[in-house]
């Protein structure tokens, strides 16, 4: 140990990527759960854009409405969010929500990406559910569990669940989940319940948490170790697919198989 590694403390600098997020406006979520899993290897820098279906302090109607969740990715507004952010040197970009996605399908995320691309600098975008796709393949999971937000309404659960059966998937369970709606409700050991009880019967290969402000990347170690399912989440997929997508191949014990060094994209 040099004397500077004694007399200088950790600044954040030496981080082995940065990864950029674009995030509803009064969402914490996502770079919360990122920042987690990062630690000191990966540092996390959020952009943020209107998402009208929240208000300050990240409030929420009980269901969300749908015309702001449709809306949320049309241009112009993401194309110069994500463009101001990738101005700064990022390893890989993050478009941290899920909701969108389901309403415009497999194709439409792809049809984003290659809208994005051009304006990014070469820098990697990786959206939720095109990596929760890539995750599920790399993980060999046939049939699918879902446990949406409880924000989110019957038919855009429906639409999720669509979502994934056009990306090839046996979805064999699908359902906003049963705690009272509200990110400030939701807590591990409710949602570790929750999946227990009802989707854990289910007869799934694996669950998927969908909804970037839900709160569940710290149930993940205790699902799969008492109850037998593989567990993906929003933030956790987007986080691994957007390194993977740039090369950073990070092992991170504690928050999924996903995370297990022989775990690559196919």
């Known amino acids: 140990m040099t004397i500077q590694d004694k007399i200088f403390r950790p600044d954040g600098w030496s981080a082995t990527a940065r990864l950029g997020l674009v995030v509803p406006h009064a969402d914490v979520g996502p770079e919360a759960e990122c920042a987690a899993l990062g630690g000191t290897q990966i540092s996390v820098h959020g952009a943020r854009i209107n998402f009208s279906a929240m208000r300050a302090g990240g409030e929420m109607d009980p269901k969300i409405p749908h015309d702001p969740v449709e809306s949320f990715t049309q241009p112009p507004y993401i194309d110069d969010i994500a463009a101001s952010l990738c101005e700064s040197p990022l390893t890989a970009l993050g478009l941290a929500f899920t909701s969108s996605a389901y309403k415009h399908g497999p194709e439409g995320e792809r049809a984003l990406v290659e809208r994005l691309r051009p304006r990014l600098r070469g820098i990697p975008v990786v959206t939720t559910c095109l990596a929760a796709e890539t995750a599920l393949r790399s993980l060999g999971i046939k049939r699918l ?15 999720g669940a669509r979502y994934f059966e056009a990306a090839g ?10 705690l009272k709606s509200g990110q400030k409700y939701v807590s591990p050991p409710a949602l570790y ?7 854990a019967p289910s007869g799934a290969d694996a669950v998927f948490v969908g ?3 839900q709160r569940a990347i710290g149930v993940i170690d205790a699902v799969e170790s008492q109850l037998g399912l593989k567990m993906l989440t929003a933030n956790q997929v987007l ?3 957007a ?3 740039a090369g950073v191949q990070p092992s991170f014990e504690g928050y999924g198989t996903l995370f297990s060094k022989n775990v690559t994209p196919v």
């Open 145 to 159: 569990a879902i446990v949406n937000p409880a924000w989110f309404d019957e038919d855009l659960d429906a639409l």
């Open 169 to 178: 998937f046996d979805v064999v369970h699908h359902a906003p989940c049963g």
């Open 193 to 199: 319940d929750w999946i227990k009880t009802t989707v």
């Open 211 to 213: 909804g970037n402000g």
């Open 239 to 241: 986080f691994w697919g």
């Open 243 to 245: 390194l993977q997508a």
